[in-house]
């Protein structure tokens, strides 16, 4: 039986990625780690998935080395990181620090323990690509990278410094370059489930139209299924060719505004939007839309899932919490 | 009086930028930071230079904050970093680790003390281009990246981040990537003096002749002498425009063994080398020769000694320590 570590657990990529799992019926002796314990239940994968979960703080480089040494996994899922552009603006230390630490403080023990063969995932961002014209969409692999914020710098030096790990010393990491994922169970933090939930509470209220606050709602991003991506991720993980950068994304673009207005279509009320300058992040890029034919052509690999879908499973999803 | 911050203080470089300085016979108050305390005597660059020299591990972002709320520099000069490749590859976390967070502690420590004039110059290096091809020579500031050692992705990062904090906070930071700068009182551990050592040596013993073990002496390399360097470092931090990235480089390139050969005529013996594989770095990129063409458009600075005058000097400094 395959031995999977998966860091970041508690988070909606890792659930769906176990359900993703079930779903298949492979077997798999599952190391789930996080700070926090999850809010799902792992007993509810047996007997497909045998989980165990450990709560470790990934910074502590000599738990990290002990953990791995121990489990000796086959394949790492690392989806553990600060994932929050803003939070990186008010902390870009603490977080250009935490999301390379702990991918470092990973390879470097699992170099360590000598399991040269074991295949590790590194999720990368579009964020990497940073400051685009958008006569230069859909963005390619081979783009030029400008970050333009202290998170996306620490996503391409991770993407870097993995490549230098498998150039150097024959590491098996593959690399994405993940866009804008959203799906059920996501933290409300993010910028789609935090609509849902504000424009839920205008319906909730017995109202038919509100206003909300938002950032610059004119950007464009490439939204894509989480169910597509975990998907993506474990093709990955079997077939992907280490050190190669996957852009994980659906090929189209929509504005922040298109997707309230679906929102709010799905919900039957009518949404205003009003501009809060402190949610505007300096720097940001505008319009940000990736092409999928890199992972296409290598493993077959298309985001399926419409976004209209993926919303309404996100409101009944919000809807049953 | 100017109140000038150097970090890495008692390396080879801030020696010569100090040189530079009492030269000039501008007035400065320096702050001078390193682990250790430094071999020359900062006491000598009185009364031009009123030296303070403070032991203080840059990693410690305590530390570091009082120290910039307490000194309010007008200008940084960051020397401070692990800058050997080949430790990058023995430690690689740690090394990456080091130079990102101390240069993070350090914008964030000006950042916080309001310090949003304070102008600081962070040095990058040539690694940062790595594998290029050789029909690419000269390399410009706007070619892509390919990073090929931990050392490298830690000086690409460093570069990221302090573009962010330019256009995200208004930061003054100027950037450099300095390709291989030697001259007097580097230490021995680098490529060039540790070849003039021990074919001093091979002299020392009554010799005509002798061999040195060295990594891969066809790999070419753009030399520039640490002297021309720190005036290239006070033209930047005078008048470098922040955010900008700017090679430091003499234009021209040298293989190794081209400069043992140098090195062995001023000795008057003859050398043969040697290759030891512990010493060829995994994914050493072959050549690297830079344009300086922007810095001197842009500020006059091109390296004007020449390569005999650095290693004459060098091995003056040498036989006489």
């Not at 489990?71 to 994932?83: E, N």
């Amino acid at each position: 039986m395959k031995r999977l570590l998966i860091t970041g657990f508690s988070g909606f990529v890792s659930r769906h990625y176990l359900d993703h799992l079930k779903a298949k019926g492979e077997a798999y002796q599952v190391l789930g780690v996080d700070v926090n314990p999850p809010k799902f239940s792992p007993e509810s994968y047996a007997p497909v998935l045998q989980i165990e979960f450990m709560s470790v703080n990934l910074l502590d480089e000599e738990k990290v080395g002990a953990m791995i040494a121990d489990f000796r996994p086959d394949l790492v899922l690392h989806l553990a990181s600060f994932s929050s552009v803003a939070y990186s603006w008010e902390h870009p230390a603490e977080c250009f620090h935490n999301n390379t630490k702990i991918f470092l403080n990973l390879a470097e023990a699992v170099r360590a323990a000598g399991l040269m063969e074991c295949r590790i995932l590194s999720v990368g961002s579009s964020e990497e690509y940073g400051n685009v014209s958008e006569d230069e969409m859909p963005l390619r692999e081979d783009r030029k990278l400008y970050p333009v914020s202290p998170y996306a710098v620490a996503r391409v030096a991770q993407e870097m410094l993995a490549k230098v790990l498998v150039e150097g010393y024959g590491m098996k990491i593959l690399l994405t370059r993940s866009f804008n994922h959203m799906g059920p169970y996501q933290d409300q933090r993010f910028v789609v489930p935090s609509f849902i939930k504000r424009i839920m509470e205008i319906r909730d209220a017995g109202r038919t139209e509100g206003e909300i606050e938002t950032g610059d709602v004119s950007i464009v991003r490439d939204f894509v299924d989480v169910r597509d991506v975990v998907r993506a991720y474990d093709l990955l993980l079997q077939n992907g060719t280490p050190g190669e950068v996957y852009n994980i994304c659906g090929g189209k673009g929509m504005t922040l505004r298109g997707v309230i207005d679906e929102i709010a279509n799905l919900l039957g009320v009518e949404v205003k939007t009003k501009t809060d300058p402190s949610l505007v992040r300096p720097g940001d890029n505008h319009v940000i839309i990736g092409s999928s034919e890199k992972i296409f052509r290598e493993l077959g690999w298309e985001a399926t899932i419409p976004l209209e879908k993926t919303l309404k499973d996100m409101i009944v999803s919000m809807e049953n919490e």
